[in-house]
């Protein structure tokens, strides 16, 4: 499996942009990129998937380069419920894959 | 979006007590369930792979027989925590995914956590 490497926090105020960048050196062909976003005492909750150039849904966008070996989450006009802990995973996701998590990068979120 | 549920969501036994906790999923079936544990602060540690009709698969360093797993059906995976310590108090995850979903590459989804506290 494809190690990960996030930042460990970020900070951010209301109604900003922000990016997450992950870093995942050995992706391998078969494997997709995949972030969650997980509140405290709460399930880890998907955001986002993608494989290769930009992937957008109602809440996140999704930036991975040709050659693959990082990718940027990026939230639009945050808000303070947007305070959460982001995970980035890598990995072939089909059948019983299991889901390894890094470290995550802790989002504070201010007013 | 798929929902995968656990039982109970939050529970406080005392030590050397047994504690088992469900998961299950609501509106399709697993094969393949996961169980995770989480501590204050901290990232999730997969513990093992439930697996559907056999054997729990567990992570190097979890002990299986402290940790049982029972995937008795395509929609429910128990794990009991046999006598619980205080070492053991966590926030203890499962997740699932849908086969029937998204074709290959699906995404996982969690149930809301159960946090475990033993006095």
């Known amino acids: 499996l494809a190690k990960t490497t996030q930042p460990i926090s970020m900070d951010s105020y209301e109604g900003q942009e922000v990016n997450i960048t992950c870093s995942h050196n050995?992706?391998?062909?078969?494997?997709?990129i995949t972030w969650y976003q997980q509140f405290p005492s709460q399930g880890p909750r998907f955001i986002i998937q993608?494989?290769?150039t930009k992937v957008t849904n109602e809440v996140a966008s999704l930036f991975i380069p040709a050659d693959r070996k990082s990718s940027t989450l990026s939230l639009p006009r945050v808000s303070l419920s947007d305070t959460a802990v982001y995970y980035c995973?890598?990995?072939?996701?089909?059948?019983?894959?299991?889901?390894?998590f890094g470290a995550g990068t802790r989002l504070f979120v201010k007013a | 979006g798929a929902v995968v549920s656990q039982h109970p969501s939050w529970v406080i036994c005392k030590s050397g007590t047994s504690v088992k906790i469900e998961c299950r999923s609501l509106?399709?079936?697993?094969?393949?369930m996961f169980w995770y544990r989480q501590f204050p602060k901290q990232s999730l540690m997969l513990m093992a792979t439930?697996?559907?009709?056999?054997?729990?698969?567990?992570e190097q360093g979890v002990e299986k027989d402290k940790f049982l797993i029972n995937h008795a059906s395509l929609t429910l995976s128990t794990l009991t925590v046999t006598s619980a310590h205080p070492e053991d108090s966590s926030f203890y995850i499962c997740?699932?995914?849908?086969?029937?979903?998204?074709?290959?590459?699906?995404?996982?989804?969690f149930g809301q956590g159960t946090r475990l506290t033993v006095v």
């Open positions: 439930s697996n559907e009709g056999s054997k729990a698969t567990y």
């Open positions: 995973l890598v990995g072939d996701t089909t059948g019983g894959f299991k889901t390894i």
């Open positions: 997740s699932a995914r849908d086969p029937q979903r998204g074709g290959m590459n699906t995404e996982a989804f």
């Open positions: 509106d399709f079936q697993a094969t393949t």
């Open positions: 050995n992706i391998a062909t078969n494997d997709y």
């Open positions: 993608g494989y290769k």
